[in-house]
């Protein structure tokens, strides 16, 4: 007896089932207004942004480097493992495409809040006590790879992380399809390996 009332305590109500299961049917037929359904669409994204881990953007500082509020903390964040043209890195003039690259990068982030991921093979921070992270929009496209296929950045091999030969193939198809720098900023070598571009 006493099994049994504790079951139906814990029952949902019969009448909050079938609001439930009337607005579904009405939502699929289309007989909601579509202020209710922008409405029910906005919910979802207001949720998706307030995921937990989610850091909203403080400001961007270039094309691979943001400043996240964390936890009540402005937090430089530097994005493991690629590397955009210089914009204004002190004694180094404006390179081509760093400002191209740096408008993507706050286009494709624009308000939305961002995850951020550490690497296992990579430091926390560097030494300029900026965090590394890999940055990751709400859809769950990480943001370093948009940028290097799609011309904004070069894969930053010089340290070693996990999606090494993930960025250097996505690099390569770039490059590759003369997209973005590589069409318009003849990028070489230097000799540590590392891609960059001539002063703008």
């Given at each position: 007896?006493?099994?049994?009332?504790?079951?139906?305590?814990?029952?949902?109500?019969?009448?909050?089932?079938?609001?439930?299961?009337?607005?579904?049917?009405?939502?699929?037929?289309?007989?909601?207004?579509?202020?209710?359904?922008?409405a029910g669409n906005k919910a979802v994204q207001t949720a998706s942004?307030?995921?937990?881990?989610?850091?909203?953007?403080?400001?961007?500082?270039?094309?691979?480097?943001?400043?996240?509020?964390?936890?009540?903390?402005?937090?430089?964040?530097?994005?493991?493992?690629?590397?955009?043209?210089?914009?204004?890195?002190?004694?180094?003039?404006?390179?081509?495409?760093?400002?191209?690259?740096?408008?993507?990068?706050?286009?494709?982030?624009?308000?939305?809040?961002?995850?951020?991921?550490?690497?296992?093979?990579?430091?926390?921070?560097?030494?300029?006590?900026?965090?590394?992270?890999?940055?990751?929009?709400?859809?769950?496209?990480?943001?370093?790879?948009?940028?290097?296929?799609?011309?904004?950045?070069?894969?930053?091999?010089?340290?070693?992380?996990?999606?090494?030969?993930?960025?250097?193939?996505?690099?390569?198809?770039?490059?590759?399809?003369?997209?973005?720098?590589?069409?318009?900023?003849?990028?070489?070598?230097?000799?540590?390996?590392?891609?960059?571009?001539?002063?703008?």
């Amino acid at each position: 007896m006493k099994y049994s009332r504790l079951l139906n305590k814990k029952r949902t109500p019969l009448w909050v089932v079938g609001v439930v299961l009337v607005l579904g049917v009405a939502q699929q037929a289309g007989w909601l207004p579509d202020s209710t359904q922008e409405a029910g669409n906005k919910a979802v994204q207001t949720a998706s942004q307030n995921q937990p881990g989610l850091y909203s953007i403080d400001h961007f500082v270039d094309g691979d480097t943001i400043s996240v509020n964390m936890n009540g903390k402005k937090e430089t964040i530097r994005m493991i493992g690629i590397d955009t043209p210089e914009t204004h890195k002190p004694n180094t003039p404006v390179q081509c495409y760093g400002p191209a690259a740096a408008a993507y990068t706050k286009t494709i982030i624009g308000d939305t809040k961002v995850r951020l991921q550490s690497d296992p093979q990579s430091t926390d921070r560097d030494r300029y006590d900026r965090l590394l992270r890999y940055v990751y929009l709400p859809d769950g496209r990480l943001v370093q790879k948009e940028l290097i296929q799609n011309g904004y950045a070069f894969a930053y091999t010089q340290f070693p992380f996990t999606k090494s030969d993930e960025f250097v193939q996505a690099q390569e198809s770039a490059k590759t399809g003369n997209k973005g720098l590589w069409g318009n900023c003849n990028p070489y070598q230097q000799g540590n390996g590392r891609w960059q571009t001539n002063n703008q």
